[in-house]
C-alpha cells in the first residue's frame, strides 16, 4: 500500500509553466488533492492548445483537478474564495502582488481560512530593483550563475535543461512542506516565498564558496575540478566515463592500479591531494591519455574491481533503461505513450506512484463548485461564462 504522507491536504494551485506546477505535481504524488485554477477555454498556456495531450503538461500535471473560472469576473473571485475554507494551501508563481491585484492576496484568502498556507514564487522576490521583471528559466540561470558555473572558462553557455525552473520548483515544494508541518504543531499559517533567483543558489552554493575562498572576482568556472579531482573521459569505444576521486588518497591509488600506472605513486607532482590539485592540468592530460586506449566496458571493469568511483556519462534514454534506475522504480511504466517521474523519495520502501491523468480544461469545475454552491447557481454561473466545464 502506498503511503501518502498529505491524504486529507488540499491545494489550490494558480500556477503556469513549470515552477509552481512541478511543486504542486509532487504534493499531488504524495497524496495532495491538488486543484488547477485556470482560465476558462485554452486554460494554462503550457497545454499548447493541445489540452490534456502536451507531454510537457502532462508531465507537470498529471493526477491534479481542474477548476476553470474567470478571475477577471467578480462571481469567478467569489467563487474560488467560496473554495477557500477547504484549501490548505494557495501555491502561486504569478508576478508580484498580481494575484492579489484580482482579489487573491494573502489577506483575502486567509480571511476565509486563518490557518492557510500562502506559497508565492517568483522571478526575483517582491521587492528590490528587478521586482517587476518577467522571468523564465534562461533569466534565472544566466543571473544565477548557472551558465557560467556549468560553461567553459570565459565562454558561458546555455545548458541543456530547465534547470532554474526545476530548483524553484522543489525549492517551493521543501517551503510547502515546512510550512504544513509548522501548521501542524503551532495551529497557524505560513507565508512561504521563495523566487527564481533564490532557489538557484542552492545550485550555485559550492561555487560562491570557491569564490569566497579564493577572492577571484569572477569565479574560474570548472574550479571545482581540481577540488574534486574529477574528470570526464572518452574511452576508445566512444562512450565517456567520469570520475570523481575527491581528496581520498585511498580513490588516487585505485585509480593507479586500474589504469596499471604505479609509477604515478611516486612521481613528485601528485604525491599528496594538494599537489594533485596543483598540478591537476598536468594529470588530467595522463588521465585523458589513457582512458582513450580502452573501451568503456573495459574501464567499468577495471574501475569496479578497483573500487574507484566512476559513472557512464548517460543520456536521457541511457538513464531511463539502467538497471539501477529500474530497480528504483523511478519511472513509471509508458501510458499512452508517456512515461512519468515519479517522486524521488520512498516511504517504507515504497515509492509513490503519480496518480492519474491530466486533467481537460475545467474537466472538475462541476464537481468542484458543487461543494459549495446548489445545482442552480453552479448552472448560472456556467451559462454566463463564469465557469468553464470544458468540452
Known sequence: MQHLPLKGIRVLEFGGYISAPYASSMLCALGADVVKVEKPGDGEDFRRGADNRSPYFIQYNAGKRSFAVDLKRPEGIEAVKALLPRTDVVLENMRPDKLAALGLG????????????????????????????????????????????????????????????????????????????????????????????????????????????????????????????????????????????????????????????????????????????????????????????????????????????????????GFIEHPQTQWLELVEPEREGLSLLRPPWRFGGIRPERPGKAPRVGEHTLELASEVYDDARVQALLDAGVLFAGA
Open 106 to 317: 494573502e489577506e483575502e484568502c486567509r480571511a476565509q481560512r486563518p490557518d492557510l498556507v500562502y506559497a508565492s514564487a517568483s522571478g526575483f522576490g517582491n521587492g528590490g530593483p528587478l521586482r517587476n521583471r518577467p522571468a523564465y528559466d534562461t533569466i534565472g540561470q544566466a543571473f544565477g550563475g548557472l551558465y557560467t558555473v556549468l560553461g567553459e572558462a570565459g565562454r558561458p553557455a546555455l545548458t541543456g535543461s530547465c534547470l532554474a525552473d526545476l530548483i524553484t520548483g522543489v525549492t517551493t515544494l521543501t517551503g510547502v512542506l515546512a510550512a504544513l508541518v509548522g501548521r501542524a504543531a503551532t495551529g497557524g499559517g505560513q507565508r512561504v516565498e521563495t523566487s527564481l533567483m533564490e532557489a538557484v543558489s542552492t545550485l550555485t552554493v559550492d561555487a560562491m564558496t570557491q569564490y569566497f575562498d579564493n577572492g577571484h572576482e569572477d569565479p574560474y568556472c570548472g574550479s571545482r575540478h581540481p577540488q574534486a579531482q574529477n574528470f570526464c573521459l572518452k574511452t576508445a569505444s566512444g562512450e565517456d566515463i567520469a570520475l570523481h576521486l575527491s581528496s581520498s588518497q585511498k580513490f588516487w591509488l585505485a585509480l593507479l592500479e586500474a589504469m596499471d600506472r604505479p609509477d604515478l605513486a611516486d612521481d613528485p607532482r601528485f604525491t599528496t591531494y594538494d599537489l594533485r590539485m596543483k598540478h591537476y592540468t598536468a594529470l588530467m592530460e595522463i588521465v585523458e591519455a589513457e582512458f582513450v586506449t580502452k573501451s568503456s566496458a573495459e574501464w567499468e571493469k577495471r574501475l569496479t574491481e578497483a573500487d574507484v568511483p566512476f559513472a557512464p556519462v548517460l543520456t536521457m534514454s
